[in-house]
């Protein structure tokens, strides 16, 4: 079976079996009770997350967060999973075969953002083997996912001697339609010289259909001092 034939039984499986409102749309599976918070301006970094000691509850801020069910993960990840294919950082993701499709992501509804006119941005916590990130989803007035923003995802290494990684943090602003994203990312290499950090300023608009246009406003980088 491949990824194409997987997308189409999802998509069948999720349009069955959608709850949805007087109106046709699906937003009832999305309501505010799933979510720890309402309207988040600065949002959080994946370090401020935690787990029980048996990871079975994630936790932001003192707040359980809701585990997505397999069917909302179908519904809310599946058009965006085939996007890590062409990313070097996700491209342990092997997303052509079954064992990598959405049911075998973890996922948490963490907020449910302002609408901006008709469209719906809902945040949530993604994680899946050697992958994890913060999304910022974007949902049409039918509520099915039109776009797709990583607020936070940088990869982070674990730093050893003598070898190289990459660690970083990403900072966004939530305002509107406008997210305001300021990343900093540090790079060891092997050979003992200081560490290169590179920070970065972004500038993303979300247009009234769902459209992502993201700008690199402005970067500085250095060595970092031991």
């Known amino acids: 079976m491949n990824y194409l034939t997987i997308l189409l039984i999802s998509s069948t499986l999720v349009s069955s079996n959608q709850p949805v409102n007087q109106n046709g ?5 999305f309501g505010d009770s799933k979510f720890a918070f309402g309207n988040v ?10 787990f029980s000691n048996d990871l079975s509850q994630c936790s932001l801020y003192g707040k359980n967060l809701t585990e997505l069910d397999s069917l909302q993960k179908v519904w809310l990840l599946t058009p965006f999973v085939t996007t890590f294919k062409s990313r070097a950082l996700e491209s342990v993701l092997r997303t052509d075969i079954p064992e990598n499709s959405t049911w075998y992501f973890r996922a948490q509804f963490v907020a449910r953002q302002n609408k901006i006119g008709d469209l719906q941005p809902l945040i949530l916590r993604v994680d ?32 050893v001697k003598d070898s190289t990684g990459t660690f970083c943090t990403k900072r966004n ?41 993201t700008t690199r406003i402005d970067s500085v980088r250095y060595f970092k001092s031991n």
């Open 25 to 29: 749309s699906t937003c009832k599976l």
């Open 41 to 50: 301006e600065k949002t959080m970094t994946l370090d401020e997350f935690k």
């Open 128 to 159: 899946r083997d050697g992958y994890l990130a913060l999304w910022l989803l974007i949902l049409n007035e039918q509520c099915i996912p039109v776009s797709c923003y990583q607020l936070d995802g940088c990869r982070r290494d674990l730093f």
């Open 173 to 213: 602003k939530i305002v509107g339609n406008r997210i305001d994203s300021y990343e900093t990312r540090e790079t060891w290499a092997a050979n003992g010289k200081p560490p290169i950090v590179d920070s970065i300023v972004y500038r993303t608009q979300i247009g009234a259909k769902g459209q992502i246009v």
